[in-house]
């Protein structure tokens, strides 16, 4: 698929808000402002998201802060919201914790920005890695990773032990885009401690979030020891892909995966490649961006599943009457998993675990019919505020409800409400990996265990620019005993504890 090419001309690098927004002084902000540096009062550090949505909450659909002379608008109103959706307005602004990805992403599709060319060659040469087809040819991948799950839950259930949830999602997810994406195998759920790679990730993830906290010019002396760990977790990324790809040049082309896309394929217009160093830079964006975010989706959906016992009964009655004895599901028996998604859409809704994005105005333009922009201006849509207004979701938007993904419900609410893959062009190139690699995973888990809360335990949420429930764990318990040879991914008796 090709996108028209988005040129607003933008400037490069943080605008405040005073430069785009002429009516500023209408937007409220939180009371106590320091002079200089702005609304840090009572800040929170490490957990910028849940803070917001705190202001969220007190100051309304639209609202600034101002952080070290910096200043910001969030919006979450869903009619605001949806204004911003509008492509021919509005396009992605790459700004606060995407911009701060730059130095290890790059021009890599995530954090490039709209006017850079290898966007759109990188967007049109990897595009069909996402197609039907492709996704028909990484579900026995995905399926062979989530073997290597049951066994490790298996071992579990067997010895009555707790699981770590975003844990074992993390090297779940992390295995299957690293087999599906690059023929890679990480070993993950051969260690006891996470990969390098991960621990990298989540240092380089944890950094840019940082970034945004300290004033600016002062940030490589105020976190002069981290940049330096910072830039030793950017190293450790660069020579892990470096290895992943001379080992695939060395054979010479796998099966036709991201990788050999990466490598080989030339633009269909202009007959161009990617150079190898943006293929480093989607490389990392794409095992990055590629497990983050969808290890948090199944780990959210695992825990409401748990709190929910009625709910995960409808969902396993679902998994048995649409898999019935299939051994290994087939690619097309996920789709019909109709309510197992839905659960996912309710915990993607509550925590969407990419929290925000931003968009800017790519002309002079009012916001709502409210808020003057000038081009260049921007906002950041604050996902899990707009996917809780009462306007589209109700006055119990708090509320766990998998039927508000109903058909019908859904018709029902106004366009661009429910944006947990962001909008436009540069909306998740890899949303339908995601929801099938999840689906399928959820079906997997709840047609073989049922899996006991902690009763003690209290949803906290986890930040590092992307959302995860803290400390969560879980005690599968199988359902039957395995009964058919030859499979490991098998059919349980229903409703056959042991
Ligand atoms: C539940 C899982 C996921 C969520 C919630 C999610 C969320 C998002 C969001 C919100 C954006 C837009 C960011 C912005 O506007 O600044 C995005 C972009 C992107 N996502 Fe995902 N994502 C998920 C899974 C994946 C997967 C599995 C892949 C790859 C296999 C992937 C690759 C990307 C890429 C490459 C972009 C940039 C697209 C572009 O700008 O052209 N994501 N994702």
Redesign the pocket.
């Known amino acids: 698929m090709t996108q028209a090419p988005i040129r607003t001309g933008e400037p490069k690098g943080f605008r405040s808000a005073e430069l785009g927004w002429p009516e500023l002084d209408r937007i409220p902000h939180p009371p106590r402002r320091v002079p200089l540096l702005g609304d840090v009062l009572g800040v929170n550090r490490s957990t910028p998201v849940q803070e917001s949505m705190r202001y969220a909450r007190r100051l309304g659909p639209v609202f600034r802060r101002k952080a070290f002379g910096k200043e910001f608008v969030f919006v979450w109103g869903a009619r605001q919201a949806a204004d911003l959706a509008d492509e021919s307005r509005f396009a992605?602004h790459v700004g606060l914790g995407?911009a701060n990805l730059r130095p290890v992403a790059g021009d890599g599709?995530?954090t490039?920005y709209n006017h850079e060319p290898n966007?759109q060659l990188a967007?049109d040469v990897l595009a069909p890695g996402f197609s039907r087809d492709a996704m028909a040819g990484y579900h026995p991948m995905m399926l062979s990773v989530a073997q290597r799950l049951t066994e490790h839950w298996d071992r579990a259930a067997a010895a009555g032990r707790a699981v770590d949830v975003p844990g074992d999602m993390t090297k779940l997810t992390l295995e299957t885009?690293a087999r599906t994406?690059f023929g890679h195998d990480f070993g993950s759920f051969e260690r006891s401690r996470p990969h390098p790679f991960v621990t990298a990730m989540v240092g380089t993830l944890t950094y840019a979030q940082r970034l945004n906290t300290v004033p600016f010019p002062l940030a490589p002396l105020l976190l002069r020891s981290a940049s330096r760990r910072n830039e030793a977790d950017i190293a450790h990324l660069n020579h892990t892909v470096d290895e992943l790809v001379r080992a695939r040049r060395a054979i010479g082309g796998g099966d036709g995966d991201l990788l050999d896309r990466m490598l080989e394929t030339t633009h269909p217009d202009t007959g161009e490649r990617l150079s190898p160093q943006n293929v480093r830079r989607q490389v990392i964006?794409?095992l990055v961006?590629?497990?983050e975010?969808?290890s948090?989706?199944l780990s959210f959906a695992l825990h409401y599943l748990a709190r929910h016992p009625e709910i995960a009964a409808r969902a396993r009655a679902e998994v048995d009457r649409v898999w019935g004895d299939t051994a290994e599901p087939a690619y097309e028996q996920v789709a019909r998993l109709r309510y197992v998604r839905r659960v996912l859409d309710e915990s993607?809704r509550l925590w969407?675990?990419?929290p925000a994005?931003?968009r800017q105005a790519r002309q002079d333009t009012v916001l709502a019919g409210e808020h003057p922009m000038r081009p260049g201006a921007w906002a950041l849509v604050l996902t899990p505020m707009l996917h809780r207004d009462p306007d589209a979701w109700g006055p119990d938007a708090e509320r766990f409800d998998p039927d508000r993904f109903d058909a019908q419900a859904v018709r029902s609410r106004p366009a661009h409400t429910f944006k947990?893959?962001?909008?436009g062009?540069?909306?998740?190139?890899?949303?339908q990996?995601?929801l099938h690699?999840?689906t399928l995973v959820l079906g997997l888990l709840l047609r073989r265990y049922e899996l006991r809360a902690d009763p003690a335990y209290r949803l906290r949420v986890t930040e590092r620019l992307t959302l995860m429930p803290e400390g969560l764990r879980l005690r599968p318990e199988r359902r039957a005993p395995v009964r058919e040879p030859g499979s490991d991914l098998r059919r349980p008796v229903p409703g056959t504890g042991d």
Not at 420 to 423: A, D, E, H, S, Y
Not at 425 to 431: K, N, V
């Open positions: 992605k995407v599709l995530f490039a966007w967007h885009i994406g964006t794409f961006a590629g497990h975010t969808t948090g989706a993607l969407p675990t990419a994005f931003s947990p893959f962001g909008t062009a540069r909306a998740c190139i890899g949303r990996f995601a690699e999840a």
